[in-house]
């Protein structure tokens, strides 16, 4: 397989923007020359299917210069005190681990209040699936009793060095059960 430097792939790209560009200036002074020689702009949007944003744009350059001057100024950044999801959900943690005594085999169906994906079924025997019936339940948990019946606290500390879960709640349950940071050592 042979290898492509940055440059080639730069070069790419620069080659399809030059020809872009080219083409839609030639486009758009096509319709303009379609617009002096008696087309409304009703009948070039017909005919090419362009929006009537496209052929507003085509036939006053200023206009398309103006509005990707706005969306250059747009800031792609959130607003300064934006917090991701992950940080202002609320989060419950159980009182202890002797606590959950969840089900701990056979088939479970999770209450619409924990999962509604429709997909609320969860074969204990599989491990996937019990991963993902343990997710669910800490990430979604709105109460401790939840917690309590839906999790086995032996169960919780095998998983969970392999649980896929929001940092903040990890580090929530790991400050609680320092032992689950400890599983995930041993488990490693």
């Known amino acids: 397989m ?27 002074e096509q319709l303009r020359v379609f617009h002096a020689a008696g087309w409304r702009p009703v009948d070039l949007q017909r005919i090419t299917g362009y929006s009537r944003e496209t052929i507003r744009q085509a036939l006053r350059p200023e206009i398309r210069q103006a509005a990707n ?21 609320l989060y419950v943690v159980a009182d202890t681990l002797a606590a959950l005594t969840g089900p701990t085999a056979g088939v479970v169906t999770l209450p619409r209040h924990l999962d509604w994906s429709g997909h609320a079924e969860y074969d204990l025997s599989r491990p996937a699936r019990l991963s993902s019936m343990y997710k669910v339940v800490l990430t979604e948990a709105g109460t401790v009793d939840d917690l309590n019946t839906w999790l086995d606290g032996d169960q919780l500390r095998r998983l969970w060095p392999t649980l896929w879960l929001p940092p903040r709640l990890r580090r929530l349950w790991e400050d609680a059960f320092p032992e689950l940071v400890t599983a995930g050592t041993n488990a490693a």
């Open 2 to 28: 042979e290898r492509y430097s940055e440059d080639e792939l730069r070069a790419v790209v620069a080659r399809y923007e030059a020809t872009r560009a080219a083409a839609l200036t030639e486009r758009d």
């Open 69 to 89: 001057l706005s969306r250059r100024k747009t800031s792609p950044q959130p607003p300064a005190d934006y917090r991701p999801y992950g940080d202002r959900k």
